[in-house]
């Protein structure tokens, strides 16, 4: 076992988890390609009964989980439509010429990579997320009014290798953890998953965190909490 970046938990599957497919059980998709809630091999186990008699059924609407890079890209077309109405506000407030514009506190490059199914379709994230959002100075001049950073032209190295870093021991992390719920070989416990999404969920939020502060310090991230972290993200600390 060694030390990541950020301090915290790192396992021997955390180098492999990459290349592994995300394991969540009742997600994965069914033999027909199809994802549900409850998979359809339920309804054929001795839990289908009891499912048939509640009023499921494996194809109704609700137990279909939309295909994932359609439902990515219409949850993060409205998350930057909130995002943007939001910092246009904020704008409309400043002095004439003075503007904040959006930084991604995951890198940008890091949702079409490997990470993407982890990130979107497991803890509920995309990348125009509050929770994955600092305000900068859009320009020198705003930065300096504001005393903020001015928006970086491009991420750098060391920040996405130290997001890429963490993510692939949370996403080791996540596999281990999921692969206990279903050890049994019968459906889990539903809050046991949610419980476990939420748990993940907070990690990559507080990793978002520490990536903003990495980049740009402790006293920059407090000013960017201090004027706009409350009405950005409630969630962020």
């Known amino acids: 076992m060694k030390r990541s970046i950020f301090g915290r938990r790192e ?3 955390s180098s492999s988890a990459a290349n592994n497919p995300i394991v969540l059980p009742g997600l ?3 033999t027909d390609g199809v ?3 409850l998979s359809k091999s339920l309804f054929d186990g001795p839990a289908g009964q009891m499912l048939t008699s509640l009023g499921f059924s494996p194809d109704n ?3 279909i989980i939309p295909a994932p890079d359609a439902q990515d890209a219409r949850r993060n077309a409205l998350a930057e439509a909130s995002r ?3 910092i246009a506000r904020i704008n409309a407030q400043l002095p004439m010429g003075i503007v904040v514009k959006p930084w991604p506190l995951i ?3 890091i949702w079409a990579g490997e990470y993407a199914g982890f990130l979107n379709r497991v803890v509920g994230l995309v990348p125009a997320s509050p929770d994955n959002t600092m305000l900068l100075g859009g320009d020198l001049v705003s930065a300096l009014s504001l005393n903020l950073p001015e928006l970086p032209s491009k991420v750098p190295a060391e920040i996405e290798h130290a997001a890429n870093e963490r993510l692939a021991v ?4 996540f596999q281990e953890d999921a692969k206990k719920l279903a050890a049994n070989g019968l459906m889990p416990n539903p809050d046991e998953v949610r419980g476990l999404r939420r748990k993940y969920l907070a990690e990559i939020i507080a990793t978002a965190k520490d990536l903003g502060i990495s980049a740009f310090g402790q006293q920059n991230w407090d000013r960017h909490q201090a004027l706009f972290g409350q009405a950005l993200s409630p969630n962020k600390n």
Request: aromatic share 10%; charged share 15%; proline share 14%.
């Open 11 to 13: 396992t021997a599957a």
């Open 84 to 86: 943007d109405q939001f």
């Open 28 to 30: 994965q998709p069914d």
């Open 35 to 37: 994802s549900r809630v």
């Open 170 to 173: 949370l996403q080791g992390n």
């Open 107 to 109: 890198p940008s490059s």
């Open 61 to 63: 609407p609700f137990n």
